[in-house]
């Protein structure tokens, strides 16, 4: 009798038969399984992206022949530290969520192609954590993968401005602040020629949400000479593609040191003096009003428009500026006989003039000019003796010699003695 004839008619030996004939078929199907697996593969991937940007989550199946039934998707994040379903993918049905709802996630793979990638929009530090794809497959089962999801966060960039005034003590000029970034962003100083006048300091500060908060100060004296110099803060993000400069004009302020009164023309003066911000100025006259139509003010500028005298006084151009003034004097005399000059230039053309005249007729007179120049120098002394003094004398005649007596006779030249 064969083994099954055996097995049939006898019934310890059909137990016996029939436990070796299942553990046959297990090993026939566990061999079978791991043929059809053996080459099986889920591809994700590690992904990082850009807070705000959109992330693909790739996952697909290759390498098998066995019918697809179903893509699901789980996740545990920083919004939902527990590992959960979402989102499943069925042949007939499609995508579904799972639960709740959120429509930033959609799917863009393909299911006949064994493809169940997801993009996922508008992402926030919340999304940040592990996704699992899970290809279920038949008769070999669930196969899966996970894929990292890693948000990098941009700061936000500021400069502070602190106001200083001049002053010997060390101050903060400017802060520079790298906001809320992740990885933390580093921030440099470009000093240039101030490399030795100035100190940098840079403090971080974490956040719950995984953040840092980069804050860089520059400290110096404030002192006139790094007043207006150029700094720059140059601030290098793993979230930026470029390093990001932003500019800085280092401002001391100080009142008006000093002002100075020059004249840039004539009848034009002009108020000058160093300060920051720029002083403001205003010209008045000490104890009078100012003669509005005589004189014209535009900013630091007074100009004399009449040089009369009713100018004369004493003028005061103040500078300011919200830090303190400064002032100085300007003292204008325009004299009334300022043509004296002229008066007298006229005078002596007139002497000139006579003179001529008085000349010419000797000439015509006695038709020999030398010596009619020569009668009319000794004329003008001897007319000069006459003149009246301002004492009650009588005025005395003064006597002619014998040699004038005869010419004044003869109406001849008089002979100048030897």
Known sequence: MDGSLRCAFNDTLWTQCFSRSSTMHLLVLILILSTVTEGLKVIGGNITVVQGETAILPCKLVDTAEPLTQISWQKMTRGKPQNDNFYTILAKNGPQFVNGRDDRFAFVGNFNENDGSLELSNTTLMDEGTYTCIFTLFPSGNHKTEIPLNLLVPPVISLKDDPVTLGDEEVSLVTCTAAGSRPPAEVVWITGTLEESVRITTNYSSHANGTTTTVSSLFGIPTKKINGHSVQCVVTSAARLDKETLNFNIQVFFPPMGVNITEKSQGVFECLTE??????????????????????????TLQLLSMTSNLNGLYQCEASNPYGSEHSH?????NSGACTACWTILIILLILIAFGAAAAWYYYKYSTFPSALTRMVEWIPRQRQQVPTDSDEPTQAVPLDAGEQQAAQEGSHPTPSQ
């Open 275 to 300: 300060a920051n911000p720029p002083s403001t100025f205003t010209w008045q006259r000490i104890s009078q009003p100012m003669p509005q139509s005589a004189v014209k003010v535009e900013g630091a």
């Open 330 to 334: 300007l003292y204008v005399h325009v």
